[in-house]
């Protein structure tokens, strides 16, 4: 089982023995990239519908993405390995610390 993901006061974070930095800012593409991957997705009616393991792992899939999208240097795959509670965990410190981010100040879904 992985650690936990620790985040600094600054953003700074390990992940598979690398460092990372969670930036201050972000350009434009990067601000509609992260809230396009954190929307929650509804369910289509007559649409295919997800199990709740399905579901779990798509939500684990988005925030991954998500990450990667705003954090220079950060591969999807090294985040591969931690579990759906320290990648939220990871998405709540940075909505809460990176308020430009997010249009609602919290993690959606």
């Given at each position: 089982?992985?650690?936990?993901?620790?985040?600094?006061?600054?953003?700074?974070?390990e992940?598979?023995?690398?460092?990372?930095?969670?930036?201050?800012?972000?350009?434009?593409?990067?601000?509609?990239?992260?809230?396009?991957?954190?929307?929650p997705?509804?369910?289509?009616?007559?649409?295919?519908?997800?199990?709740?393991?399905?579901?779990?792992?798509?939500?684990?899939?988005?925030?991954?993405?998500?990450?990667?999208?705003?954090?220079?240097?950060?591969?999807?795959?090294?985040?591969?390995?931690?579990?759906?509670?320290?990648?939220?965990?990871?998405?709540?410190?940075?909505?809460?610390?990176?308020?430009?981010?997010?249009?609602?100040?919290?993690?959606?879904?």
């Amino acid at each position: 089982m992985a650690s936990r993901l620790a985040i600094s006061s600054d953003g700074t974070f390990e992940v598979e023995g690398n460092a990372y930095l969670i930036p201050f800012e972000f350009s434009a593409r990067e601000v509609y990239s992260y809230r396009r991957l954190i929307e929650p997705i509804p369910d289509i009616p007559g649409g295919t519908s997800l199990n709740p393991e399905q579901r779990r792992r798509q939500r684990a899939y988005f925030l991954r993405r998500a990450a990667a999208c705003i954090i220079p240097g950060l591969q999807v795959k090294s985040l591969e390995g931690l579990p759906l509670g320290q990648l939220q965990n990871m998405h709540e410190w940075i909505v809460a610390h990176r308020p430009n981010l997010s249009e609602v100040a919290r993690l959606p879904g």
